[in-house]
């Protein structure tokens, strides 16, 4: 039988993600960039017309665009073997999914693009893999964009850049603490959260040689996290007395909650505060059909406090289509557990998510998000 193609490349965050669930899931693969006649002619039209990494090809002809659903296919139609059972343990594991999709796209964007001494051959030398010759826009030109566009969009100025910095190195700090007790997010087994995770922490800060070096420098069992999400087995050698199974007893270390706190400085505030533009976006639009495309920002820029800095974002849908699960998983619960679970919240400085809801859902038709 064919492999499944996943269409990504190296320096992709999100491809991140769906090669590591592809890896620890034990799939045969193979990646390539999606250039060819084939992903043009052939996958293209069934990914939505939308030319985004990653997207898999199945050997019976199925596409998949966007690594959630890349991992959401694969997760079903394998028994679940990376979605923790027990209730506090499956909304971490969904929450730092979550956070992974959306929550930490400045550090990941900061490192890789304002520290050209260090950088740019290396970004050149990955965009003309994405961009080859002949091709518009060209790799430069592209990367031309991505500074102009993409770094205002989410609130990378310079203004910003010390506080994006003093986030990521607290951030560095707390993964540190976590993985050298640790082997992965909830004990001796990866979670939908560690894949989440990957995502940026590989395909940006954890493999540009800016952010590469710090984390290798700062935070090396962060890194041996890294490193063991790309290996099949579980990698656990060096833990004494852990097991491929999560913690027993629906177990939140101290350490994890340190790191939802760290996150929550910015996640919260930014999520209140596009939820409050996304919603008065959708009250003026009366004529919203549903199965109308969610383009990837509306409305007016999203104005939030930066760990004492102001600055203003694209207020982004695609946040909420994956916070929504995590606000599922909180739904679904029955007291006690749900009072539990809103306990660990609020300690992780995070209280306020299963409240902050668009108006509309967000699903999915056509490898596309759509407004239901």
């Known amino acids: 039988m064919q492999p499944i193609v996943l269409y990504g490349v190296p320096i992709s965050l999100y491809t991140g993600r769906a090669r590591s669930y592809l890896i620890k899931a034990g799939l045969s693969y193979r990646e390539a960039p999606p250039t060819s006649a084939h992903f043009m002619e052939t996958v293209l039209p069934k990914a939505g017309g939308r030319r985004s990494m990653p997207t898999v090809e199945l050997p019976d002809g199925t596409v998949i665009r966007d690594s959630v659903a890349i991992v959401d296919h694969f997760e079903s139609r394998n028994g679940h073997p990376f979605s923790p059972v027990t209730p506090r343990q499956r909304i971490v594991s969904r929450l730092f999914d979550a956070i992974g999709a959306e929550g930490l796209l400045r550090p990941a964007m900061h490192y890789r693009w304002n520290f050209d001494a260090v950088q740019r051959e290396f970004i050149e030398t990955h965009f003309e893999a994405i961009y080859p010759p002949g091709w518009s826009p060209s790799a430069g030109e592209r990367m031309r964009l991505l500074r102009e566009e993409s770094l205002p969009a989410l609130g990378v100025l310079p203004k910003s850049m010390g506080a994006i910095e003093e986030l990521y190195a607290g951030l560095l700090r707390v993964l540190e603490a976590h993985f050298a007790a640790h082997p992965y997010l909830l004990g001796g087994r990866p979670c939908i959260g560690d894949f989440g995770m990957i995502g940026p922490l590989y395909g940006h800060l954890g493999r540009d040689p800016k952010p590469l070096s710090m984390m290798q420098t700062r935070a090396l069992h962060a890194f041996r996290w890294v490193e063991r999400m790309h290996r099949p087995e579980a ?104 009072g539990a679970a809103a306990e660990l919240l609020a300690a992780c400085g995070m209280g306020e998510l299963p409240d902050l809801r668009l108006t509309r859902d967000i699903g999915r038709r056509n490898n596309l998000e759509v407004w239901l």
Request: hydrophobic share 45%; aromatic share 8%.
């Open 235 to 338: 990698d656990i050698g060096e833990f004494e007395g852990h097991e491929d199974a999560y913690l027993a007893d629906d177990a939140i270390p101290d350490t994890l909650v340190d790191i939802l706190r760290q996150l929550a400085i910015d996640y919260v505030p930014e999520t209140r505060a596009a939820c409050e533009v996304i919603n008065a976006w959708l009250a003026e639009q009366g004529d919203l059909a549903p199965g109308t495309t969610a383009e990837r920002r509306v409305g007016e820029d999203a104005v939030f406090d930066l760990a004492g800095t102001q600055i203003a974002v694209a207020a982004q849908p695609f946040r909420f289509y994956v916070l929504k699960r995590v606000q599922d998983e909180f739904e679904a619960l029955e007291d006690p557990e749900r």
